[in-house]
């Protein structure tokens, strides 16, 4: 059996629509699709499945082709700033959850990710954390907590998102062995498979798997399916999965022979 709890939170409106939703989940098991067939097959005019398509074409979400639409690539992430505008109030609903796992005077690793920066900022009301970090976002925030130490790791900063990777980042969190990882992914593909697409920011979050007691995974709905280059490795190298949505019947399986707990905020 799969280890799935469940936190009663009181949904807004999502930032897609149900039809939207629908189209890209389409969209991503056809692998390509034409304006005539959505239309079809959501019994909507062609005009409107157009409109769909141009602002999920715009979020980044799908790639425009010469009659129809396919996923977007799977070597390039989207923008920095789309990142944070999508799926916004999931995100903060299970940083909040992962949060709440998190006991004061904690030692932890947060590293890069929209979403960690939301669990960054539902930590602030603890107190006596000792945080390892690789995202000046996280640390300039946290560092606002006087009950807090937080250790920068050194390496080269990205400038789209003030990320830090490189072997001296590597080489800092080495140095120790920590309560927590909290990790984000870029995808998971059916198998369990978590996937990126920075081989420096994989070999970072491998460091961190490597050197904490539990490794909490922050990934919302979005990221199933999703395809990336990189490989980091199988879901079995968590402990903890947190996320807005049940795992589809199809993962069942996977997940309770990894024993990976799940953690659903969100759901009414």
């Not at 590597?170 to 978590?194: A, Y």
Request: include cysteine.
């Amino acid at each position: 059996m799969v280890a799935v709890v469940r936190t009663e939170v009181t949904m807004s409106d999502l930032v897609l629509n149900r039809r939207q939703e629908q189209l890209v989940a389409r969209v991503r098991e056809e692998g390509f699709a034409t304006v005539e067939d959505l239309a079809g097959h959501f019994d909507v005019t062609q005009q409107t499945i157009r409109r769909d398509l141009a602002a999920l074409c715009d979020a980044g979400l799908l790639r425009r082709y010469h009659g129809g639409v396919s996923m977007p690539s799977s070597v390039e992430n989207l923008t920095y700033a789309k990142r944070q505008s999508l799926w916004q109030e999931e995100k903060v609903r299970i940083a909040n959850l992962l949060a709440s796992h998190i006991p004061d005077d904690a030692s932890l690793f947060i590293n890069l990710g929209t979403t960690n920066e939301d669990v960054a900022r539902a930590l602030m009301n603890h107190k006596g954390l000792r945080v390892i970090t690789n995202n000046l976002n996280v640390a300039i925030m946290l560092s606002e907590n006087p009950s807090f130490e937080v250790i920068v790791a050194g390496g080269v900063v990205r400038g789209r998102d003030h990320g830090v990777t490189g072997q001296p980042t590597i080489e800092l969190i080495r140095q120790f062995k920590v309560d927590f990882g909290v990790i984000g992914i870029s995808g998971i593909d059916p198998d369990g498979t978590l996937l990126d697409f920075d081989l420096h920011e994989v070999r970072v979050a491998q460091a961190i798997i490597e050197h904490s007691r539990q490794v909490f995974l922050a990934a919302d709905h979005s990221k199933l399916g999703r395809n990336a280059l990189v490989r980091l490795g199988p879901m079995s190298l968590v402990h903890a999965w947190f996320t807005d949505r049940a795992p589809p019947a199809e993962m069942a399986q996977m997940l309770g022979e990894t024993g990976v707990q799940v953690h659903i905020a969100g759901e009414a």
